[in-house]
């Protein structure tokens, strides 16, 4: 069972524009939200986080939007450059102080055309 | 550089054949965790480690082995290799002291399985 929904699959934006990646989830246990990033041939690399006590957390020109009541959660990218193409994965876990598994969305590769 | 290694980089092996992932940090984290990789299914968990000594299974165990017997160390085996195993492995660990949930992950293995 998929317990992260991510979408969309894949998203061309122009540079300058705003980059929208929704993910949704079902556990409700769940209450640690990260965004990963991952270029080709490397691991994913933590973005930005988030947990449901605050509804949005801006970091540079990455914010992540999170809606508790809707269980939804999404990752807003400013003034899009040809530097953050690459492949973004959300995901969640719950906040434990131990074994915190993630699970992780699908992943959607995205594209900044010049 | 303080993270996390994988070995190697790259294999071929035949089915029903044995192999070796190796992963190792130097970062005193605690827990380590072994995902793969695969078109359309995002990053999944194959298998989980809180420390020296204990492990637990993930989303996608069958087929996989491991064992932690240094904080350092923690390899995966694949005992009787099948194409189904074809796909990109990736290493991840993260601290459980602190507030800093971020994991670090290798580079990553890909494996194909003719």
């Known amino acids: 069972q998929q317990q992260v929904k991510q979408s969309p699959q894949s998203l061309i934006v122009q540079k300058g524009g705003i980059s929208i990646i929704n993910c949704a989830y079902e556990?409700?246990?769940?209450?640690?939200f990260p965004w990963y990033q991952q270029f080709p041939g490397k691991g994913p690399a933590l973005l930005i986080a988030?947990?449901?006590?605050?509804s949005e957390k801006k970091e540079g020109r990455f914010t992540i939007s999170f809606n508790k009541s809707a269980k939804q959660f999404s990752l807003h990218i400013m003034d899009s450059q040809p530097g953050d193409s690459a492949t973004y994965f959300c995901?969640?876990?719950?906040?434990?102080?131990?074994?915190?598994?993630?699970?992780f969305g699908t992943g959607t590769r995205l594209q900044v055309t010049l | 550089n303080a993270g996390v290694t994988q070995t190697p980089k790259f294999q071929v092996l035949k089915t029903g054949q044995s192999m070796t992932l190796q992963c190792a940090q130097d970062?005193?984290?605690?827990?380590m965790s072994w995902y793969r990789q695969d078109p359309g299914m995002g990053l999944r968990l194959i298998h989980y480690?809180?420390?020296?000594?204990?492990?637990d299974q993930g989303e996608v165990p069958n087929g996989y082995n491991v064992s932690r017997s240094t904080t350092e160390d923690f390899p995966l085996r694949l005992l009787s290799a099948a194409p189904s195993q074809t796909s990109v492995y990736f290493c991840?660990?993260?601290?459980?002291?602190?507030?800093?949930?971020?994991?670090?992950f290798g580079s990553g293995t890909r494996l194909t399985v003719v």
């Open positions: 991840a660990s993260r601290s459980l002291q602190g507030m800093n949930y971020g994991y670090t």
């Open positions: 556990n409700t246990a769940f209450d640690y």
């Open positions: 988030i947990r449901p006590d605050v």
């Open positions: 995901a969640a876990s719950p906040w434990t102080g131990t074994a915190s598994k993630l699970t």
């Open positions: 970062m005193n984290h605690e827990y």
């Open positions: 480690s809180v420390g020296a000594g204990i492990t």
